[in-house]
């Protein structure tokens, strides 16, 4: 059964850092690996999607990468903003056609103006 | 992209009402679907995997007749919380993917409150 940690539970910075999230899996057996942000009362947005043949992915400020062997994923945010407070979830996908996303518990990030 | 809309965004009902819930895939055709819960300050909990043209798999622990899952079309499926109780009262939210090479899109969600 696929187990998802992400570290740390809670972020809080001022405005302007660099920011990494960790995320780790049990089973590497993925197909490809989403990170999500919830902002609260809200579904979920897809940041970035990663295959399990890649080794990291960019969109704007967000960086991604995966280690699938190791069982590791980070997502970096540079110069953070505080319109990227939210809650970051790292969710791999299994191998099957139809493989589920297993959540982690999310991390909590507050950015102050 | 791929959207996937979800309706209604809230909806209040009273203990011991069916209350139904909506997810639609509007610009792609979902032969699987995937309803979620998540309770306050915690993650989701995959409830069920929604098939269509067939029946739904039920996640362990996850009462079936409680929460019947309807997927008649490639675009459509729905949700329905039975008699329904406070204790039922959480966000619910569903997700489809296009092929397996793309990500999961996730409805907006529908928060239910039971009184």
């Known amino acids: 059964k696929q187990e998802v940690t992400q570290i740390p539970a809670a972020l809080s910075v001022p405005e302007g850092e660099n920011l990494v999230l960790n995320c780790s899996f049990t089973?590497?057996?993925?197909?490809?690996l989403q990170w999500f942000r919830q902002d609260p009362g809200k579904g979920l947005t897809s940041l970035l999607l990663?295959?399990?043949?890649?080794r990291e992915q960019t969109s704007g400020r967000l960086n991604a990468s995966l280690d699938k062997s190791s069982g590791r994923s980070t997502l970096y945010i540079a110069a953070s903003q505080p319109g990227d407070s939210a809650t970051y979830l790292c969710?791999?996908?299994?191998?099957?056609?139809?493989?589920?996303?297993?959540f982690g518990q999310g991390t909590i990030l507050t950015v102050h103006p | 992209g791929a959207v996937v809309s979800q309706h209604p965004s809230r909806v209040i009902c009273k203990s011991g009402t069916s209350v139904k819930i909506e997810c639609r895939s509007l610009d792609f055709q979902a032969t699987t679907m995937f309803w979620y819960r998540q309770f306050p300050k915690q993650s989701l909990m995959l409830m069920a995997t929604?098939?269509?043209?067939?029946?739904?798999?039920?996640e362990q622990g996850v009462e079936k007749d409680k929460f019947l899952i309807n997927h008649a079309s490639l675009t459509l499926s729905t949700l329905t919380v039975t008699s329904a109780h406070p204790e039922d009262s959480s966000f619910y939210i569903c997700?489809?993917?296009?092929?397996?090479?793309?990500?999961?899109?996730f409805g907006s969600g529908t928060r239910l409150t039971v009184v």
């Open positions: 990663i295959q399990s043949s890649q």
């Open positions: 997700s489809a993917s296009r092929a397996r090479e793309n990500g999961y899109t």
């Open positions: 089973d590497s057996a993925i197909y490809n």
């Open positions: 929604s098939n269509e043209g067939s029946k739904a798999t039920y």
């Open positions: 969710a791999p996908r299994g191998g099957t056609s139809y493989g589920k996303l297993t």
